[in-house]
């Protein structure tokens, strides 16, 4: 059985989601533009190969570009955890439930700053969050939630 507890830290993978997103994105472009950097060099003297570009830029290319697959593929995990989760609060029938937890977990917001938008006492938000989090369902997440 999941608790409300589970439910909330599985929910709030979310927003950290998102910024390990923005980081990977920032790494993926900052690799991109040093594989775009690397120029063969030339020589006009044999290689011992046959190649006339240095085998060690061949290599550091063949290194970043495979670190590049390997962190683009990291980050579709990372946005598929998160359309999963905002699938969850989207299937949330009660507007007010939905719209409470969107605030919460896809935005990040305090429950001080939620009651104040949603015109309710701070008591009362978290009513409504305790409803929300009973209407959720992530049982069927399995090993996902400890992520």
Known sequence: ???????????????SLGRRIDHTWQEIERLRAQIGKITPTLSLLPAGGGSIYKSHDHDTINRLVDLVGMMDT??????????????????????RCQ??????????QSFEWIASVMHYSWRHTHRIHSAALDMIDVSDRGDRMAR
């Open 99 to 108: 719209e409470l937890l969107d605030y919460r977990y896809l935005q990040g």
């Open 1 to 15: 059985m999941t608790t409300n507890q589970d439910k909330i830290r599985w929910l709030k993978r979310y927003v």
């Open 74 to 95: 990291d980050l579709n995990k990372q946005m598929d955890a998160r359309l999963e989760i905002d699938a969850v609060i989207k299937s949330v029938t009660d507007d």
